[in-house]
């Protein structure tokens, strides 16, 4: 197997296999390393339990790399407008992709079809060498190289190394990046739940005090839910026997979308704030959850991902287009400068929101539901919003504004 890359990946979830592709497409050699051999062999009908809201930031990077065309075809669902509202008061708010003229505002896709789209790219480019099911244990970064070693006693070597190993990054660790962050104390309950009425292309969103239940619209009909809330509670609705989760599920989310008819196997992830108080030092940058972990309530965390990869692989080209050490850390810094504020920014956003919709401060409930009606009448206001939740504001790169890398 070869041994030496230009640029050496580590974790090939969503974001460091979109990284590969744009890489691969450049010509550079990269070497995609994971823990785990991916399983594309899923039963006919059944639906992913995780899936992720895409932005049209995201979007527009994935046809930049050819892989939208392949996620389209197994299933993707556009949805069009978004219903956010109080449990404990009457505040809503109502985001119409036609208020801004556009034809949706964004899509839900389950992970497992991102992945397969983008690993059915990845195989066209000989010069990405897929590396698994392999650890790495560590690492070690020098002046002109940075190499990694692999649990089966492998050592590969490159000009850059690049954590996409996610939240729990090995690389990170390893690297002496600390992070600053905290836990919600909250998990994510998620589930695939048949209801009564249609979806209707609408992405619904209930806060109560625990935390925010989301029903994602699905192309079948069906949606994919995400119910925030405390450990102990989420340990409870997994002990349930389906009925009587269901039961608890319409209790919580009322009578929108008619009754709770059926639901999938269940699960829950812990949910944290985690920011990496740095994401480069020479030969190394981190991206993805290896950089950021953020609250789910908006689906913005893989997204921001996506924003990384795409920054990062502009910033690679160019270095190339005029001679520069890609894997120094001068070249890396831009990088680091282009993503960092727009992450903080979404992260201390959502922090905010997730406070605010959690507080049981009689006067802070009467904010948050004068808030979102008086929002949902200020149409500039509105609008701004809904541009930055579709990934349309800030310093996009390249890929994520239509262009080519
Ligand atoms: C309940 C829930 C709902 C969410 N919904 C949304 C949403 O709607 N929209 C959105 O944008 N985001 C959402 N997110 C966030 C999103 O899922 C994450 O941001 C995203 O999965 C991170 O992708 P990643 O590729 O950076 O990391 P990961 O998906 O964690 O991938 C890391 C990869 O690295 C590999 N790896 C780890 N360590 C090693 C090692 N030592 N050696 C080799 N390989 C290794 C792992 O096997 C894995 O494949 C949600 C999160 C949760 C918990």
Redesign the pocket.
Do not use: C, W
């Given at each position: 197997m070869k041994t030496d890359f230009d640029i050496i990946i580590?974790?090939?979830?969503?974001?460091?296999?979109t990284l590969a592709c744009a890489l691969g497409m450049q010509g550079l050699s990269v070497g995609l390393?994971?823990?785990?051999r991916p399983d594309f062999d899923w039963p006919d009908g059944s639906v992913d339990q995780?899936?992720?809201?895409?932005?049209c930031a995201?979007q527009q990077i994935f046809k930049g790399l050819n892989a939208w065309d392949v996620m389209c075809r197994l299933r993707v669902s556009p949805y069009r407008d978004m219903r956010v509202w109080d449990a404990t008061g009457s505040g809503e708010i109502h985001f119409d992709s036609a208020d801004l003229g556009e034809p949706l505002l964004g899509h839900?896709i389950e992970?497992r079809v991102i992945q397969f789209a983008l690993h059915d790219r990845l195989v066209e480019y000989d010069n990405v060498t897929f590396i698994a099911p392999?650890?790495?244990?560590a690492m070690e970064l020098n002046t002109d190289t940075a190499s990694v070693t692999l649990d089966d006693g492998r050592h590969v070597s490159a000009k850059l190394l690049v954590a996409?190993?996610?939240?729990?990054?090995?690389?990170r660790e390893l690297a002496g990046i600390e992070t600053q962050g905290w836990s919600y104390h909250q998990h994510?309950v998620?589930a695939t739940i048949k209801t009564e009425n249609t979806h209707q292309e609408t992405a619904w969103q209930r806060f109560m005090p625990d935390g925010p239940l989301a029903f994602?619209p699905l192309s079948d009909g069906s949606s994919s839910i995400?119910w925030s809330t405390s450990p102990e509670h989420a340990d409870e609705l997994l002990a349930l026997d389906d009925g009587a989760f269901l039961e608890a599920l319409q209790s919580a989310f009322g009578e929108r979308l008619g009754r709770m008819l059926s639901c999938g196997p269940r699960a829950a992830?812990p949910?944290r704030m985690q920011h990496a108080k740095s994401y480069t030092q020479h030969r190394l940058a981190l991206?993805?959850?290896?950089a950021h972990?953020?609250h789910?309530l908006a689906?913005?965390?893989?997204?921001?991902?996506l924003a990384d990869a795409a920054t990062l692989a502009e910033v690679i080209a160019d270095a190339m287009a005029t001679h520069k050490d890609i894997g120094a850390l001068k070249t890396l810094r831009r990088y680091e400068r282009w993503r960092k504020g727009d992450n903080l920014a979404m992260m201390t956003t959502m922090d905010a929101f997730k406070r605010l919709f959690g507080s049981k401060v009689s006067i802070l409930k009467w904010l948050r539901n004068t808030g979102l009606s008086l929002t949902n009448r200020t149409t500039p206001v509105k609008n701004m919003i809904m541009r930055q939740a579709m990934g349309l504001e800030g310093d996009l790169s390249r890929l994520a504004k239509g262009k080519q890398l």
């Open positions: 580590v974790g090939a979830g969503m974001v460091g296999s390393v994971e823990a785990h995780r899936v992720s809201a895409i932005t995201s839900i992970n392999v650890l790495v244990t996409a190993d996610g939240s729990r990054s090995k690389l994510g998620v994602l995400v992830f949910l991206l993805g959850d290896a972990t953020i789910p689906g913005q965390g893989v997204n921001l991902g």
